[in-house]
């Protein structure tokens, strides 16, 4: 594909930008809502790892009779299945990547919020702080790639729907 990589850094640097930029914004906010949406940016990356995985093991065969009835995401289905390669590249590396480095960021919020505005141990708080959000995103990631090996073509279909909602040709 010509000009991959250059698609690739384009869109890493604006969505890196702009989840950088709403990390920044959520390190003023209530703690309780800054855990929220660190939490959401977590399951953001195993979902879209999810999607990796199953576009990379499902099979086209599936959605062909899927979409001689016309069911709706069906050829989308098939799209991505197709362009299995940069799907995968789209979803596990820039858009998991990028919520690794958003979740460390917020981390570091999290971190600075608890010592500074309740006295904790830095030491201790960013050891704790960063050991969660390293278990909970290699975790779920690992139960992501087992789901999503064993439900890929639900997964396709799934996300063949989304990108039909959406129209995203």
């Known amino acids: 594909m010509k000009n ?12 890196a930008a702009i989840f950088s930029g709403l990390s920044n914004f959520c390190a003023d ?3 309780t809502i800054l855990i929220l949406i660190l939490l959401n940016v977590i399951l953001i990356g195993i979902l879209f790892d999810m999607i990796g995985v199953a576009v990379l093991t ?6 062909h009779a899927m979409s001689s009835k016309k069911i709706s995401g069906a050829k989308e289905s098939i799209s991505l299945l197709r362009n299995s390669n ?13 919520c690794g480095i958003v979740s460390g960021s917020l981390g570091a919020a999290l971190t ?19 050991s969660f959000i390293s278990a ?9 790639k087992t789901i999503a090996m064993k439900k890929s073509d639900n997964i396709v ?3 063949g ?5 959406f129209y995203l040709k």
């Open 112 to 130: 600075s919020y608890i010592v500074i505005k309740l006295n904790g141990n830095l030491l201790w708080i960013t050891i704790l702080i960063t």
């Open 136 to 144: 909970l995103t290699v975790g779920g990631k690992a139960i992501g």
């Open 4 to 15: 991959w990589p250059l698609k690739v850094f384009l869109l890493s640097f604006i969505l």
């Open 29 to 31: 906010m209530n703690v």
């Open 86 to 98: 940069v799907v995968s590249s789209i979803c596990n590396d820039v858009i998991g990547d990028i």
């Open 157 to 159: 279909f799934f996300a």
């Open 161 to 165: 729907k989304i990108k039909n909602i």
């Open 58 to 63: 499902s099979k086209e065969v599936t959605f």
